[in-house]
């Protein structure tokens, strides 16, 4: 997450000169106002207000709560409204609120992150941040001059948190809100654990500076972490074992010794997931993500499911494209990294989508309640695909299995004793991407897998060259049939489309001879995911493996919209760390938020793949 704010300086600085041409009409067509309102507790809520100058008609409140800060303060105008994204709703004259949630920037009170949701508030000091949207919101209907009464949210990352915690308010003027790769589930599934590995670089290089305490209000605060290299490999390797990171960040990051302290799924951690209320929600809902978001890639997903799960009722609906974190908002959305989307998909999201479901909830204007149940963009064949359930009706698991000779078929192997074997060993984990930097990469979610192929303690199953498309829709579940000779190990698998040797891309629609068309025997990472091994059979309740002995490690990879074109392969690779992305198992079963860097030690790790333990992977086949 904290991406986002490299994200937001993108969208505030990017091209003066248009920012110039547009500033001017904002400043000619718009008011700014700056208020604190009043919160049911007493705090206090700082509140950026820009106001349609045209008094002609009344306006609808399009609003984001953020922790990221609703600068500038004072009388300059916010560059949100010139970014092509924000614009769009500016040239619509909607009233734009941007309002510090509750402990951060210019707001009062204590900060709190992902605050849990509370059902039965009772008293006025019992709040959340539902309770403080629905303050907030029942102030500006009440004292924001012509104002239509209809007020919508939208919000990525963080702010797609704050959404969901809107849609909850039960505020009868929300009538839409969009949450967009919205923080969902902090331990499952998006940006600080997947599965409940520790996502560590993501989460050292965020909380360092998101996590400094504010004990008063300011328009600034936080610091950068000094770091000593630009290889990112190198120092998180030489830092060693969690603890050491723990003394860097020092006792005053409240939620990184939380995290430190909550190694198990416990109430903590199910108390802060953003579904669990998902009930009777009232406005039209429009979840929003990206099937590239190498940050969040589970919360769109999965929040989307909840909803239709606890709330039949409500009108929600999922787009997904081939993005990076906030790729919708910001550029074209035609590539990333080295694959080509062959449109500019980002363009069509928000002029096309989004514009026009906040449009026909919002001012009663043009047909946005006619979006199809999901719209999803399905890479390989770079087409968008309309549903009427997510995942499709007509999506059936297929099971592919692991064999021998690294093989990889729709057969099941009949072999009496077959397994493949590599040692992990935590000092020389499996690195992430083949590049040296410092910043984890958005890119390495379509990175080329052939550095990782080559390496000794990686699995590489691959099937012949494909004669039909296939085309996958819907979540992947790994089922390992394994055996250590420790008593703990991570587990990724990955899958990978493996372009034939003579493929080009057709760049003349964007690139301009600019980027790389020559992708012959390109290995596409489409979709990755890891399992810490002692969660394998309960996240509340972690066990121990025996040495020596076959069990099962079965785990859910995020939701895939791809298509495996006639002529490519598809691949599987498994491995036991994607280092510095997630932090390193020890391979012993231990405490590894407190463990020592000596407690870590190499294992034999055995992938089975014969008929009585037959290793396997579940694909959501679309079928025609």
Known sequence: MKYFFTALVFILFTDIKSQTIDSAWVYNNYNKQEVMIPMRDGKKLFTSIYTPKDNSEKHPVLMVRTPYSAAP????????????????????????????????????GDYMDVRPFNENKKGKNEIDEASDTYDAVDWLVKNVSNNNGNVGFFGISYPGFYSTMAALSNHPAIKAVSPQAPVTEWFLGDDFHHNGAFALMDGFHFYYGFGVPRPKPAPSYGREFAFPTMDNYDFYLKQGALKNFTKIMGDSIVFWNEMMNHPNYDEFWKARDARR??????????????TFDAEDCYGAWNLYKAIEKQSPATTNKLIMGPWFHGGWSRGNGSYLGNVRFGSKTAEHFQQDMELPFFNYYLKGKGSGNNLPEATIFFTGENNWKQFESWPPVKMEMKTIYLNANQKLTFTKPNGPSSFSKYISD?????????????????????????FASRRTDVLVFETEILNEDVTLAGPVIADLKVSLSTTDADFVVKVIDVFPNDFKYDTSYCCKGNFKAEMGGYQMLVRGEIMRGKFRNSFEKPQAFLPGKTETVKFELPDVAHTFKKGHKLMIQVQSSWFPVFDRNPQQFIDIYKCDDKDFVPSEIKVFHQTDAASSIQLPVLKN
């Not at 209320?277 to 990206?290: D, F, Q, T, Y």
């Not at 083949?434 to 958005?442: A, F, N």
């Open 73 to 108: 303060y004072g009388k300059v105008y916010s560059p949100r409204l010139y970014a092509p994204h924000w614009s769009r709703y500016v040239r619509e004259k909607y009233i734009i609120i941007v309002q510090d949630v509750r402990g951060r920037y210019m707001s009062e």
């Open 277 to 290: 209320a998902c009930k009777n929600i009232k406005p039209a809902m429009l979840i929003v993500g990206g």
């Open 426 to 450: 935590p000092n020389k984990p499996v690195p992430y991407t083949e590049d040296v930097h410092l910043d984890r990469t958005r890119e390495y979610m379509v990175d080329d897998q052939r």
